[in-house]
């Protein structure tokens, strides 16, 4: 299912008339000449959309930001988003920020999320191609962001609890902690559930919202997230 979406994007992609049409050319030839093995889950065009440039994706980042109210979490605060991808949801939210990091270790991606910041020129918002669990951060943040990316395809992340210590260490007292759960047919609800409510537990987390993603996207629908604050 998912690499024929991939496929109909791409296809729809191409005959979009548009200001970006050279621009999204170049990007998806440059995409397709980079070779890196790591997984970019896009199953053959991108996993994330960027409506800022007219490019489709698995998943929309503008659906995704109203459902999770990350506007209202990133107003004038430090940001952290971990396992960016290519970035595009971050081009998407409002630029009332005070500054964003996103970090991802396939060097790829990273390369695709500068190609489009440059483009769109913004500013305060920078990418790290490292390894989250062990790179070292020079700063807290205030908010942290961490969308599907607490257990990986690629093994990325061999352990979700070091990974949540490391997510907890770097948020400041006061701060909001986004995380999102996997599809429900690679994770269970309960699964996810019992792990996060564990967390806040052991962590002294106040749950402001946790629901489940509705967005009339199949790749989408049915992920449980969880918005926290830490007291």
């Excluded at 296809?11 to 970006?20: N, S, V």
């Excluded at 952290?80 to 009332?96: A, H, P, Q, Y």
């Excluded at 920020?97 to 500068?114: E, P, Q």
């Amino acid at each position: 299912m998912s690499k024929k979406i991939s496929t109909l994007n791409y296809i729809r992609d191409l005959f979009k008339y548009d200001d970006h049409r050279n621009f999204r050319k170049k990007l998806y030839k440059f995409t397709k000449k980079e070779k890196d093995l790591t997984y970019d889950y896009g199953c053959g065009y991108y996993y994330q959309s960027c409506e800022s440039i007219n490019l489709s994706g698995l998943r929309s980042s503008k659906k995704r930001i109203l459902n999770y109210s990350i506007n209202k979490i990133i107003r004038d605060k430090e940001v952290l988003d971990v396992g960016t991808n290519t970035g595009f949801l971050l081009f998407e939210i409002e630029k009332n920020y005070k500054s964003i990091v996103g970090i991802d270790y396939n060097s790829k991606l990273i390369n695709i999320a500068n190609m489009v910041k440059d483009y769109l020129k913004l500013k305060n918002l920078s990418f790290v191609n490292d390894d989250f669990q062990t790179y070292n951060f020079d700063k807290k943040f205030d908010t942290v962001l961490s969308l599907a990316n607490h257990s990986t395809f690629d093994s990325g992340i061999k352990s979700p609890n070091s990974y949540l210590s490391k997510c907890n260490n770097l948020l400041k007292i006061g701060g909001y902690f986004l995380i999102e759960g996997h599809h429900p047919s690679y994770e269970k609800i309960s699964d996810f559930s019992s792990m996060i409510e564990n967390f806040v537990k052991k962590n002294n987390y106040e749950i402001e919202k946790n629901s489940i993603l509705k967005t009339n996207f199949f790749y989408d629908d049915g992920r449980k997230f969880y918005l926290l604050k830490k007291k």
